[in-house]
């Protein structure tokens, strides 16, 4: 193995040109198995359902201590290509940023870790702990077959992280300002009101589901959740969509829909918010004499790690690279650490995410290097 230090600038620019759009794998992962193996990672490529995923281990399978790292190389879809100003997948190198889709969110985040585990492995002690990495192909997507896979494999494998990092952009504006410790949860709610047609002259011979549709979204969309707990701002309801499409004036509809969604913090869970938007819902179905149903997806739970050891190290790392002491949040919106929280202790950090999604994505050069040298100062303060 060469003694050269694994470049995750060159390794990010590999990954861009990797046009793996979810569910498209894209030649992501086969480039990092083949980087991971020629560095002595044993390599498990645990695809399911059509979804590519890699799982890859250093270090003895029963070491006391294994730290974790959680990823994904899918990335969303590039949308008008003619707004771009650079090829999406081209990986072009200028004005000090890097450009493409996912430079930011995330394959900077696993070609830094990829990198930093690589050259932390050379010369390590045989039996000085284990380092896994479980990267999923469908992270952007609908996340049942990415890290949801990976945790079911490792569990009928017997592989366990001990504690685990998600290299999600975490930074708002400045490197180093932010580590999560947790997470809102998610939920979705599609409602669906229905009464009876009628001709809008005449509206005594129909039931109108309009004005309940109108009640209800107004006293969920005015009613407060809660006013935050100790490591989480308050739960958020929005109404993001009500449509009945009638184009008549004249004609009273039979049926109308609305969705909500709701981010919600550690004073709730799903099944309590489901609960309680199931009783609104009959309330208003009594009082306006209309058919109301629900269905309801929860994305995830909202979840905490205590501050604590987990956050300590990577906090202590973030001051030492970059001179900033970052804060512990709960913000943003949800993460592949939603799946992680029931295998063992987890955080995220990651680089600024100004632009992940965005047209003409693109990450500062230099912060690829340093977060090189954060996630390299953890794996060498975890296993000191």
Same mark, same amino acid.
């Given at each position: 193995?060469?003694?050269?230090?694994?470049? $995750?600038?060159?390794?990010?620019?590999?990954? @861009?040109?990797?046009?793996?759009?979810?569910?498209?794998?894209?030649?992501?992962?086969?480039?990092?198995?083949?980087?991971?193996?020629?560095? %002595?990672? +044993?390599?498990?490529?645990?695809?399911?359902?059509?979804?590519?995923?890699?799982?890859?281990?250093?270090?003895?399978?029963?070491?006391?201590?294994?730290?974790?790292?959680?990823?994904?190389?899918?990335?969303? *879809?590039?949308?008008?290509?003619?707004?771009?100003?650079? +090829?999406?997948?081209?990986?072009? &190198?200028?004005?000090?940023?890097?450009?493409?889709?996912?430079?930011?969110?995330?394959?900077?985040?696993?070609?830094?870790?990829?990198?930093?585990?690589?050259?932390?492995?050379?010369?390590? $002690?045989? %039996?000085?702990?284990?380092?896994?990495?479980?990267?999923?192909?469908?992270?952007?997507?609908?996340?049942?077959?990415?890290?949801?896979?990976?945790?079911?494999? &490792?569990?009928?494998?017997?592989?366990?992280?001990?504690?685990?990092?998600?290299?999600? *952009?975490?930074?708002?504006?400045?490197?180093?300002?932010?580590?999560?410790?947790?997470?809102?949860?998610?939920?979705?709610?599609?409602?669906?009101?229905?009464?009876?047609?009628?001709?809008?002259?005449?509206?005594?011979?129909?039931?109108? *589901?309009?004005?309940?549709?109108?009640?209800?979204?107004?006293?969920?969309?005015?009613? *407060?959740?809660?006013?935050?707990?100790?490591?989480?701002?308050?739960?958020?309801?929005?109404?993001?969509?009500?449509?009945?499409?009638?184009?008549?004036?004249? @004609?009273?509809?039979?049926?109308?829909?609305?969705?909500?969604?709701?981010?919600?913090? +550690?004073?709730?869970?799903?099944?309590?918010?489901?609960?309680?938007?199931?009783?609104?819902?009959?309330?208003?179905?009594?009082?306006?004499?209309?058919?109301?149903? &629900?269905?309801?997806?929860?994305?995830?739970?909202?979840?905490?790690?205590? $501050?604590?050891?987990?956050?300590?190290?990577?906090?202590?790392?973030?001051?030492?690279?970059?001179?900033?002491?970052?804060?512990?949040?709960?913000?943003?919106?949800?993460?592949?650490?939603?799946? @992680?929280?029931?295998?063992?202790?987890?955080?995220?950090?990651?680089?600024?995410?100004?632009?992940?999604?965005?047209?003409?994505?693109?990450?500062?050069?230099?912060?690829?290097?340093?977060?090189?040298?954060?996630?390299?100062?953890?794996?060498?303060?975890?296993?000191?």
């Amino acid at each position: 193995m060469s003694d050269t230090p694994t470049d $995750p600038v060159a390794l990010t620019a590999e990954l @861009v040109r990797c046009a793996s759009v979810t569910p498209e794998e894209g030649g992501a992962l086969r480039l990092l198995q083949e980087r991971l193996e020629a560095a %002595g990672f +044993d390599c498990t490529r645990v695809d399911r359902e059509g979804i590519a995923n890699l799982f890859a281990r250093w270090g003895g399978k029963g070491a006391a201590r294994s730290f974790g790292f959680n990823g994904h190389t899918d990335v969303v *879809p590039v949308g008008d290509e003619s707004a771009w100003s650079v +090829d999406p997948f081209g990986a072009e &190198m200028h004005d000090g940023y890097l450009w493409g889709r996912g430079a930011t969110d995330m394959k900077s985040g696993v070609a830094a870790f990829v990198a930093a585990a690589i050259d932390h492995v050379r010369g390590a $002690p045989a %039996g000085n702990g284990a380092i896994l990495l479980a990267i999923t192909g469908d992270e952007e997507g609908d996340a049942e077959h990415g890290t949801r896979a990976l945790l079911d494999w &490792m569990e009928a494998q017997g592989e366990a992280m001990t504690h685990c990092l998600v290299g999600e *952009p975490t930074c708002p504006d400045r490197m180093g300002e932010m580590i999560k410790i947790g997470r809102r949860g998610s939920m979705t709610a599609w409602i669906t009101v229905r009464g009876e047609q009628g001709h809008s002259a005449y509206p005594h011979r129909a039931k109108n *589901p309009l004005p309940a549709m109108a009640r209800l979204v107004d006293r969920l969309s005015s009613h *407060p959740l809660d006013e935050g707990t100790e490591h989480f701002d308050a739960s958020t309801l929005a109404v993001v969509t009500i449509d009945t499409g009638n184009p008549a004036t004249n @004609v009273i509809p039979a049926e109308t829909r609305a969705t909500v969604n709701i981010r919600f913090n +550690d004073a709730h869970s799903g099944e309590s918010l489901t609960a309680w938007l199931q009783d609104h819902l009959d309330r208003v179905a009594r009082e306006f004499d209309v058919e109301a149903r &629900m269905r309801v997806k929860v994305s995830g739970e909202s979840f905490l790690t205590p $501050p604590g050891e987990l956050s300590s190290l990577v906090a202590t790392a973030v001051e030492a690279e970059t001179g900033v002491a970052p804060v512990l949040s709960t913000s943003g919106g949800t993460s592949d650490a939603r799946f @992680v929280r029931d295998h063992c202790p987890v955080v995220e950090f990651g680089l600024v995410g100004r632009t992940m999604h965005q047209v003409d994505e693109r990450v500062e050069i230099d912060q690829i290097t340093q977060l090189k040298a954060i996630y390299a100062r953890i794996l060498r303060d975890y296993f000191s």
